[in-house]
């Protein structure tokens, strides 16, 4: 169980969990590295941009305002054009933007592509699945984030503008090109102040991600021993003593079946037997198969009066995703409390 789970994980979990795209990544951090990149790349090259955009439209414009120009080349070519300008103006902070985001993120996780992590899931497009992850165990701390967020950078923005009221007030009546000089510099201010508080909140993340990580990983005294063993016996005894592991545990697994309070089914193919108790977190996957061990599981339940209930799509998701002597995660919860509402409602209506 959860807390049996004392050890740290070992480089070789770390390197699997790695490859199943588990890793420790703040996209707080990356937003607002990001977001400081730019806003000192517009700070640099903002004269510049403004004094192209700003010929780009009158050229636009006198070259519209010509019916013959239109009719003679078209607005392929002129929106070609425009397209190319813009393109050059932000283009070059644009790029800056889109390098820190990349390189950011292969410093936080490194450069080791899972491609794994890519492959299509279906589950991520289940709204159910994706409701559990938002307001999930983890929606507390998330929240915590966001009010810091916006309460942090709010503040800062505020006491940046608070002294400025006065003289913004004071521009009524001033020229254009003065109060864009004055707007600019206290634009830029503001948001290089709200970015570099932005980016303290980032690094904040980023060890708490680690930390998280770290305690999702976290093993038990009998899986560091069994990692151990294997690094320490040859090929033919580690395979030997596989097997042995695996007949074993299967027959403990067997053993475990009129214990359950149900037993989900494919209903040829998977058989996932669970047991809940009130005072554990989760329902507990205590055993499961798949084809002939799928069907002794189902003839073991039969035996012993354990109910059997088809439900494919649950079967397959536990059987793929929670080991025996695991919990069920949190995006199963519901699949898993309507088939026990239904089996002890099935028990009441018998017994009464």
């Known amino acids: ?13 770390r390197d699997e969990a790695r490859k199943q795209g588990q890793v420790a990544r703040s996209a707080d951090l990356n937003g607002a590295l990001v977001m400081l990149v730019g806003v000192l790349g517009v700070a640099a090259l903002g004269a510049g941009i403004a004094a192209r955009l700003g010929t780009l439209m009158a050229n636009t414009l006198r070259q519209t305002a010509d019916p013959t120009v239109v009719d003679r080349q078209g607005l392929g070519p002129l929106l070609g054009n425009a397209g190319a300008d813009v393109l050059r103006s932000v283009g070059p902070v644009a790029l800056a933007c889109c390098l820190t985001g990349v390189l950011l993120s292969v ?28 307001f999930g165990k983890n929606m507390p701390v998330e929240a915590a984030k966001s009010l810091a967020k916006l309460l942090v950078v709010g503040g800062i923005v505020a006491l940046t503008l608070q002294p400025r009221v006065a003289q913004m007030g004071a521009m009524v009546g001033v020229a254009p090109q003065t109060i864009g000089s004055s707007l600019s510099g206290m634009v830029k201010d503001v948001a290089v102040r709200a970015a570099a508080v932005y980016l303290l909140i980032g690094v904040l993340d980023f060890a708490w991600q ?22 320490q016996l040859p090929p033919e005894v580690r395979a030997t003593l596989r097997r042995r592991q695996v007949a074993a545990a299967r027959a403990r697994m067997m053993q475990a079946v009129p214990s359950a309070d149900v037993v989900v089914t494919n209903p040829t193919h998977f058989s ?19 084809d002939l061990v799928a069907l002794r599981i189902r003839e073991l339940a039969a035996e012993h009066g354990v109910p059997v209930v088809p439900d494919p799509p649950l079967a397959r998701a536990l059987h793929a995703s929670v080991d025996v002597g695991r919990q069920i995660p949190e995006e199963l919860f519901h699949g898993v409390a309507q088939v026990l509402a239904f089996v002890y409602r099935t028990a009441h209506r018998r017994a009464a």
Not at 210 to 231: F, G, H, I, T, W
């Open 1 to 13: 169980m959860a807390s049996d789970k004392t050890e740290k994980a070992t480089p070789k979990k």
């Open 107 to 134: 410093l936080q996780v490194g450069f080791k592509p899972s491609l794994k992590a890519l492959k299509p899931d279906p589950k991520r497009l289940n709204p159910v699945n994706g409701a559990k992850n938002i």
């Open 210 to 231: 680690r930390r998280r990580l770290a305690k999702n990983l976290m093993m038990d005294k009998q899986e560091v021993k069994e990692e151990q063993k294997s690094y």
């Open 272 to 290: 996932v037997a669970l047991k809940y108790d009130p005072a554990q977190a989760a329902p507990e996957v205590i055993a499961k198969g798949q």
